[in-house]
């Protein structure tokens, strides 16, 4: 167990530090400016509106998907309609609003290049983490 847990720190640590180390290139190269870590940062008002509807429509679903899954049988959730499917989701499509907000409205064309390649880098690891049951380390 407490391989496993070092293992997890280690994998997650050294994704960290490619992402960060990736960001800090590409904000260079592309001249980018550095958003604040954790922030909502909005192109305009449009967009924080798009973004606030996409929010509340999810939580919806996801209370809706819940009341689903308490109610049927446990031998047969649909694996689209859980939640940390879901919430993967909710990322894609806030990210991919934000990509089409910065390429239409952004005064610097370059955001969108940096949004989109943080997206697809940060959703090939997810993907490979949960496909692979982290790598293998969470197959017991």
């Known amino acids: 167990m407490e391989n496993v847990l070092t293992n997890l720190i280690l994998i997650s640590s050294i994704f960290g530090l490619v ?6 290139s590409l904000r260079k190269w592309l ?5 604040e870590f954790f922030s909502n940062h909005f192109v305009n008002e449009k967009h924080k509106k798009i973004d606030r509807t996409i929010r509340i429509s999810f939580i919806v679903l996801i209370l809706y998907v819940f009341f689903i899954n308490v109610s049927g049988n446990p031998l047969k959730h649909i694996w689209f309609l859980q939640p940390y499917i879901l919430l993967f989701g909710l990322v894609i499509v806030t990210e991919l609003v ?23 880098v940060i959703s090939l690891f997810l993907l490979a983490v949960f496909s692979t049951d982290f790598f293998g380390l969470l197959a017991w």
């Not at 001249?31 to 958003?35: F, L």
């Open 19 to 24: 992402l960060f180390f990736m960001n800090k």
């Open 31 to 35: 001249n980018v400016e550095k958003k």
């Open 98 to 120: 934000r990509i089409v907000m910065e390429k239409r409205y952004s005064k610097n064309k370059n955001d969108y290049i940096f949004t989109s390649v943080q997206l697809v």
